[in-house]
């Protein structure tokens, strides 16, 4: 006797919905107009707990989405790699600024966040993606920028 069970497959679908023309979306020229759309868009929380997002940019620089990440405790959240690309790659985006904030409102970069970056960078090269910026950003106001301070993909 031939016994067949139907095999099921989840079905994955591409989609992208931009109802904003290209000239009227914010362009990214330095990181002061990235802290600017980021903390224009963060919400209350900022002093609370850090948050992870992430801005989708096109060839032109120009803020194609806010993707939040992830949410997390007073000292930290987690950040998965596969996701944020995910979000890149369906999100059609050439390049993205990653962003995090700090609720003690110290602007210092820790180990952790020198070495995602570094991760991210890597990651981006490989997937054609690549990673303008890393900002932290504190409720006091003012931000670290990874690309002023360090150079980044240089």
């Known amino acids: 006797m031939d ?3 139907p095999v099921h497959v989840p079905e994955i679908q591409l989609t992208y919905k931009n109802r904003t023309k290209a000239r009227d979306r914010p362009r990214i020229t330095c990181s002061r107009d990235a802290y600017w759309v980021l903390e224009s868009n963060w919400g209350g929380q900022m002093a609370l707990l ?4 992430i801005l989708l940019l096109d060839r032109s620089n ?3 989405a ?9 000292s930290g959240t987690v ?3 596969k996701i944020v690309f995910a979000a890149a790659l369906k999100g059609r985006a050439s390049s993205i600024i990653m962003a995090h904030n700090h609720p003690s409102s ?3 970069p820790s180990g ?3 070495e995602l970056t570094r991760r991210f960078e890597q990651a981006g090269k490989v997937l054609g993606i690549k990673v303008l910026d890393h900002l932290i950003l504190s409720p ?4 670290y920028s990874f690309g002023d301070e360090m150079a980044m993909g240089r």
Do not use: H, P, W
């Not at 850090?50 to 997002?53: G, K, T, V």
């Not at 806010?66 to 007073?74: N, P, T």
């Not at 006091?140 to 931000?143: E, L």
């Open 3 to 5: 016994y067949k069970v």
């Open 50 to 53: 850090e948050e992870f997002n």
């Open 62 to 64: 120009r803020v194609m």
């Open 66 to 74: 806010l993707c939040r990440i992830s949410k997390g405790g007073i």
């Open 79 to 81: 950040v998965d790699l």
């Open 106 to 108: 110290n602007l210092r």
């Open 112 to 114: 952790a966040d020198i």
């Open 140 to 143: 006091d106001g003012g931000y």
